[in-house]
């Protein structure tokens, strides 16, 4: 009897003792079914909608757009001349891949028409040289005017046609990867006569002939200019970074001697990005100054313009014209899916009539938010709606950015 006890508990020890042993290659058998089980329920995941359409945007119509050979000019061709639509075409393999021609020709939506022909050589001497050429024609026919100064009056709203053609060459110089320092010439023959808009009187019935500098007159101009410009922007649609550039330009009258004058421009843009540039504050302080000698006039085209889709978002386009302005804008951006930023702004600016009074006092402002549909290197269109301001609500829908 004692021995069969024996033999029993025996039996069940080594029974014991082998199930132990083989635990653990049962577990790990048990874990590795659960896990393949597991990876065949798992489905791969699907992009929604906006994502599938602005990954095609980004991989197949912004290549369309920025293709070699020929390519759908689309977009805008200044400020207030709606969409624009034509065709370019483009080689960027040039004297052994160092140069780029780019031809194109388009029109607007509102009649602009504009054409340019460009030869640039980006990056000779190692990427520290650029020299650029370039010829092109501008005609914009329905340009708004409202009077000069920060007392302009919306009821005086009036317009005007603008030729002008163009054509110059600058050269640039890196110090450093991220600074270019140069300067260029061009050769301007504006033409300024009455608008063709129907439903907007002429600026002639509008204002007398010594509110509006230059009007009638014909004058061609040789325009030189200096600049320094750094750009540290990551990416080019930047999230963090820098860009700020500064210009020095002389405009010579070549054939009426009446507007020579200088002007002083600074643009400078910071980008403060965090949560892995998932979200952006974007600042930008501008400031625009000229000089005349005594007797001679600026003509007001070349005035600097708050107003639009780019400055003031709360007014008209061109609201306001003086020889003087500042602007200050600040953008909070922020990711709601790849490819998509939402953003809310405050921009402040005015024009000044005397380089004492550009200042931060008595500015115009606005507020609003908006939508930019964007890749690494650009925003291919936003919408911003403007408020805030004594010109009433604004919706603008463009193509590109602000800044």
Avoid: C
């Amino acid at each position: 009897m004692i021995r069969l006890a024996g033999l029993t508990l025996l039996i069940s020890v080594s029974s014991v003792s082998s199930a132990l042993a083989q635990d653990p290659d049962t577990r790990a058998d048990a874990d590795r079914q659960r896990r393949e089980e597991k990876a065949r329920e798992v489905r791969s995941y699907e992009p929604g909608g906006l994502e599938r359409a602005m990954a095609f945007a980004e991989d197949k119509a912004i290549f369309i757009v920025d293709r070699e050979g020929f390519y759908p000019k689309l977009g805008s061709l200044t400020t207030g001349s709606g969409f624009a639509y034509g065709i370019g075409f483009r080689d960027r393999d040039l004297f052994e891949n160092k140069g780029s021609f780019d031809i194109w020709t388009a029109g607007s939506t509102r009649r602009y028409w504009a054409a340019e022909a460009r030869l640039t050589f980006p990056e000779l001497l190692g990427r520290r040289l650029l020299l650029e050429t370039w010829v092109s024609r501008r005609d914009y026919p329905k340009e708004n005017f409202y009077g000069l100064g920060p007392d302009a009056d919306r009821d005086d709203r009036s317009d005007y046609a603008l030729r002008t053609d163009f054509f110059g060459g600058r050269a640039g110089f890196r110090p450093i990867s991220f600074a270019l320092v140069g300067g260029g010439v061009e050769y301007q023959t504006p033409v300024v006569g009455s608008g063709r808009d129907e439903g907007v009187p002429n600026v002639e019935d509008v204002f007398e002939p010594e509110d509006v500098p230059g009007f009638g007159d014909s004058a061609n101009f040789l325009r030189t200019n200096l600049f320094v410009e750094i750009d540290y922007r990551k990416p080019k649609n930047a999230r963090q970074g820098g860009w700020y550039r500064f210009d020095f330009a002389n405009y010579d009258d070549r054939s009426a001697g009446l507007y020579n004058f200088n002007l002083y421009d600074a643009d400078v843009r910071q980008f403060f990005g965090f949560l892995a540039g998932r979200r952006v504050v974007a600042l930008r302080l501008a400031a625009s100054t000229s000089t005349t000698d005594d007797g001679d006039l600026m003509p007001f085209y070349y005035m600097r313009t708050l107003g639009g889709n780019d400055t003031l978002r709360g007014f008209r386009e061109y609201r306001f014209r003086g020889p003087h302005a500042i602007l200050t804008q600040a953008e909070y951006r922020w990711e709601i899916w790849s490819g998509l930023d939402a953003a809310v702004f405050y921009d402040a600016g005015k024009v000044a009539d005397r380089r004492a009074d550009l200042n931060f006092a008595d500015l115009e402002s606005d507020y609003g938010f908006g939508f930019r549909f964007n890749t690494d290197s650009a925003i291919i269109f936003r919408v911003d709606a403007g408020f805030g301001s004594r010109d009433g609500k604004h919706l603008y829908i463009v193509w590109g950015g602000v800044f």
